[in-house]
């Protein structure tokens, strides 16, 4: 998985509590993504990050926030996670020419 | 929004026989992008194709691209059972603004041994 780890990998929240999921690279990678995966919907982008404090939203980002305060380590919170968050999320690293993937944390929000 | 659509959505061939599986986008692209997925892993690059090239071969993978009708496809040839897995098509229509890509709804291909 290229250097990429994600933390947790598995986790069951309530709805209404903060969720931060962690995306960790050895590559010194500038660009990193988070994307969410849900069944007839492919992979979505939520936001992602050409930098150390520079981010920008992707095509889902309400709900969720990030950070990237070293070029190692980008978090995804979920402010107050809701029923609809439940879904599986992938952190990768790359530009437009070639992506890779983290192995996925899979959310459940009850 | 997705750019890409995949199709079919599923797929079920014998081992020994091609695969090929079609992505429609639309709007123009920089490149377009095959990743595959295994069950419970993430996405894998497998090949990419620039909107100036109408065809690229890796191995046993064959991408063919139309920017005219706005679609390519997807050719494995004499699959394995190993080859079980979800293909997403990735396009990069940024203008080269950003890197970021917009994946399609994948095509899930079941290879019977």
């Given at each position: 998985d290229a250097g990429i780890t994600q933390s947790p990998r598995h986790k069951v929240t309530e709805t209404g509590t903060p969720v931060t999921l962690r995306c960790h690279q050895?590559?010194?990678?500038?660009y990193m993504y988070w994307y969410r995966q849900d069944p007839g919907h492919g992979l979505r982008l939520i936001h992602y990050s050409y930098g150390v404090k520079d981010t920008d939203k992707g095509e889902v980002s309400d709900g969720y926030s990030v950070s990237r305060s070293k070029t190692e380590d980008f978090l995804l919170t979920l402010e107050s996670a809701t029923s609809s968050q439940t879904s599986v999320y992938f952190c990768a690293i790359g530009d437009r020419d070639e992506q890779y993937f983290g192995p996925g944390t899979r959310l459940t929000v009850t | 929004s997705q750019q890409g659509e995949e199709d079919p959505q599923a797929l079920s061939i014998q081992e020994g026989e091609n695969a090929t599986m079609n992505c429609s986008y639309k709007t123009s692209i920089n490149n377009l992008q095959w990743y595959r997925q295994n069950s419970g892993r993430g996405l894998v690059h497998l090949i990419l194709i620039r909107s100036n090239e109408r065809e690229k071969h890796s191995g046993r993978l064959r991408v063919t691209l139309d920017t005219s009708k706005k679609s390519s496809s997807l050719l494995i040839t004499a699959s394995r059972a190993a080859d079980t897995a979800s293909y997403f098509c990735a396009t990069d229509n940024s203008g080269g603004a950003t890197n970021k890509l917009i994946f399609g709804t994948g095509t899930l291909l079941a290879v019977q041994p």
């Open positions: 050895t590559e010194n990678h500038r | -």
